[in-house]
């Protein structure tokens, strides 16, 4: 079997020159987990049955969000919990989402957002189309005074990354309980296409 190198996605400091080029996605971790490994290598098939689920439109998609202190075998070292898509049928993984939540200094999440979206670039090479959305209304709040900075980053031989700064506003947070965050997403090529679609 071919060993893959993986690659952890840090917010502290740049690891990547422009001399390193990712062969695959799956070089890519998030909290040890790779696009393509089996979710079930990560959770048992009690931990993962308990999790709420997000059942997507075709049936053959599944998110559940995971906290590592409930169920994980270590702590994460970097996120505050992470989002996983699974496929029914195989249990792969397809999407990775690593979030960091921002109580009171969403400011903080820009630089950090930048950051990151450079070892993207560098470590992707020429092979990826990028595009911004900068303060952009979320359409998650009817009010519109909630907004997401994004970058997206679009891979030429499929599959995707988005890295994500969300600003709610102070009422919709009492509302839904949510928290200003910074989001880290790499999807597989399959699950790109079908949420594109």
Known sequence: RIIRMKILLTLLVLLFSSSVVAEDISDFEIEGMSIGDSLLDYLTEEKLEALEKYVYEN????AVVVYSEYIFK???????????????????????????LYRDNIEDCYPKKDKIVLELKNFFGNTIKVWNQDRVKYAGDKSGKSKFSATNLDFTEGGGARVICYDYDKEIQKIYTWTDKLTVIIN????NKYISE
């Open 59 to 62: 049936k053959k998609f599944i």
């Open 74 to 100: 270590k702590s994460f070292e970097i996120y505050d919990g992470v989002q996983l898509v699974y496929k029914l049928d195989s249990k792969k993984i397809h999407s990775l989402e690593g979030f960091i």
């Open 188 to 191: 597989s090529k399959e699950f």
